[in-house]
């Protein structure tokens, strides 16, 4: 199983990041999945997620209206647009995996995870 985050980057506030994970190892379609992130001396955060089919999504309130997760099954892929940056966004951007039809906003409800890409954001 691999889930590898890619895009992250160094961009300045109200700037726009996509970022993307590619997935293989596991039947995609039929998981749901999330992004998280992780600023220093904090705790890993829900940002965004989205069912197996994409049909439905939520979003953090903190990023309600800036960010939009979007998936492609056929290419086993996950996508975090991230728009109007702030630099409290700052943080790495994990991807992750629910055995489940619907995303869930706690960590341990994910049994797949990627190893992470640095978003920061400078004022």
């Known amino acids: 199983v691999q889930l590898v985050e890619s895009g992250g980057g160094l961009v300045q506030a109200g700037g726009s990041l996509r970022l993307s994970c590619a997935a293989s190892g596991f039947p995609f379609s039929n998981y749901a999945m999330g992004w998280f992130r992780q600023a220093p001396g904090k705790e890993r955060e829900f940002v965004a997620g989205?069912?197996?089919?994409?049909?439905?999504?939520v979003a953090a309130d903190p990023v309600k209206g800036r960010f939009t997760i979007s998936r492609d099954n056929a290419k086993n892929m996950v996508y975090l647009q991230m728009n109007s940056l702030k630099p409290e966004d700052t943080a790495v951007y994990y991807c992750a995996a629910r055995p489940a039809v619907i995303p869930s906003m706690t960590v341990s409800e994910y049994g797949y995870w990627g190893q992470g890409t640095q978003v920061t954001v400078s004022s």
């Open positions: 989205i069912t197996w089919n994409g049909a439905r999504t």
